[in-house]
């Protein structure tokens, strides 16, 4: 016993001293922990990144298991300061997808957009500013457009649409509401700091919150984690999940209340395999008029506006826990549900689109996206979208130059 007891007193004592100088060498590599998560509550939109962040993202084991470093500049984009004066600005307004955290700078899909646009206009500086934020949804690109195309006059934005959870993200997050005339308008609810922001600010300094960064930055593959963790079937799954959703939808509906985390978004089971549902008709309602009105927006401001829409894993591999093949015995599934009332819209409207839903089929999808509970497109899924969306500027976009941005204001408050 005592000798059991000595070892395992050596081995808590070692493992503090190993905590401390993968700490020390962290800062001595300058990747300091943040002192603070990376994300902050925003009265406008819920969430916003921290500007001048370096911090981390950890792969997991099956998708490679690396530390991947990343950083905000001091407008709390992701990426290198914003240039004073391009030819040619884009802003990039995404969730996840577009923050990428998982991925190296220039492996990201903004990056890889800059790059392949510069290879087509060789005569133009190119600049595509990262505006992605974890979580976010098409209702929150659609307020920090609304305060973005000011201060920093884009020649063009692009609104990247996540068809596997952006349809939820506006009744949850209760920014917008429509009339009886189907028309966008605001709602009454007071905005609150997600509750997962006030734990992890406890928890703010040194490893430890280095340690809860990482725990933010994975949170939306949290909930299947827990699901896979209960040996549940991909049916018991789908069953859950469809029930948190109709939960989700009443309390939208009888105006309570949110109480899901902006960070735990999970694939629309509802919009996807029951797509004539009231909560299915809603969303595709509101995500409509989300649209619609950034459209007008983009036209008021002279701005020139593009969706992107990124397919689900779910629909195209079997990479996830749950796949398109156990979903193919819900009779109105296809697995186009998702991204195809997202193209309606944008043909209805004139607005530009580019689906990727052909383009990753026909490119081996599962090589496209991580595996496990990570269903972010990869590194090779951002490089083959970024090539289509750069040829389909190229050939259809900014006829008509670039704007004049005498006078601007770089690095601007946000």
């Known amino acids: 016993m005592r000798k059991l007891l000595l070892g395992a007193f050596v081995i808590c004592i070692s493992s503090v001293i190993l905590l401390i100088f993968f700490e020390a060498g962290l800062r001595a590599l300058s990747w300091e922990p943040e002192r603070k998560i990376a994300y902050d509550f925003n009265e406008s939109y819920l969430i916003s990144l921290k500007p001048n962040l370096r911090t981390y993202f950890k792969r997991s084991q099956e998708n490679g298991g690396d530390l991947v470093k990343w950083e905000t500049n001091s407008d709390s984009f992701r990426g290198q300061e914003v240039q004073t004066n391009p030819d040619i600005r884009i802003i990039v307004y995404g969730d996840s997808n577009i923050q990428a955290s998982f991925s190296k700078l220039e492996d990201t899909f903004c990056w890889r957009l800059a790059r392949y646009l510069t290879r087509r206009?060789?005569?133009?500086?190119?600049?595509?500013?990262?505006?992605?934020?974890?979580?976010?949804?098409?209702?929150?690109?659609?307020?920090?457009?609304?305060?973005d195309a000011g201060r920093y006059k884009p020649d063009l934005v692009i609104f990247n649409i996540f068809s596997d959870n952006d349809y939820g993200d506006i009744t949850r997050n209760r920014l917008f509401d429509l009339d009886d005339n189907g028309n966008l308008v605001p709602t009454k609810f007071e905005k609150q700091k997600d509750e997962l922001l006030t734990r992890a600010e406890t928890r703010s300094r040194?490893?430890?919150?280095?340690?809860?960064?990482?725990?933010?930055?994975?949170?939306?593959?949290?909930?299947?984690?827990?699901?896979?963790?209960?040996?549940?079937?991909?049916?018991?799954?789908?069953?859950?999940?469809?029930?948190?959703?109709?939960?989700?939808?009443?309390?939208?509906?009888?105006?309570?209340?949110?109480?899901?985390?902006?960070?735990?978004?999970?694939?629309?089971?509802?919009?996807?395999?029951?797509?004539?549902?009231?909560?299915s008709q809603t969303k595709i309602g509101l995500m409509e008029a989300v649209l619609r009105e950034a459209q007008k927006l983009a036209v008021a401001r002279n701005v020139e506006f593009l969706v992107t829409i990124e397919p689900s894993a779910v629909d195209l591999t079997e990479n996830y826990m749950v796949s398109y093949k156990d979903l193919q015995g819900y009779k109105d599934y296809r697995r186009r549900?998702?991204?195809y009332p997202i193209e309606t819209i944008c043909r209805k409207h004139g607005i530009h689109m580019v689906s990727l839903f052909d383009v990753f089929m026909v490119s081996s999808p599962e090589c496209q996206y991580f595996r496990g509970f990570d269903q972010h497109w990869n590194d090779r899924g951002q490089d083959l979208a970024a090539r289509v969306v750069a040829a389909y500027i190229a050939n259809n976009m900014l006829k008509g130059g670039p704007r004049n941005r005498s006078g601007e204001q770089v690095n601007a408050q946000r």
Do not use: M
């Open 121 to 147: 206009l060789p005569t133009k500086r190119i600049e595509v500013l990262n505006s992605g934020i974890v979580g976010s949804g098409p209702d929150q690109y659609l307020i920090k457009l609304s305060q």
């Open 206 to 279: 040194g490893l430890v919150g280095f340690l809860a960064s990482l725990r933010i930055c994975q949170e939306t593959r949290n909930a299947f984690q827990r699901l896979h963790a209960q040996s549940l079937t991909p049916q018991d799954i789908i069953h859950r999940r469809l029930a948190d959703l109709q939960a989700e939808y009443l309390a939208y509906k009888r105006s309570e209340p949110r109480t899901v985390s902006h960070f735990d978004d999970s694939f629309d089971f509802d919009v996807a395999l029951f797509p004539h549902l009231e909560s």
């Open 337 to 339: 549900n998702l991204t």
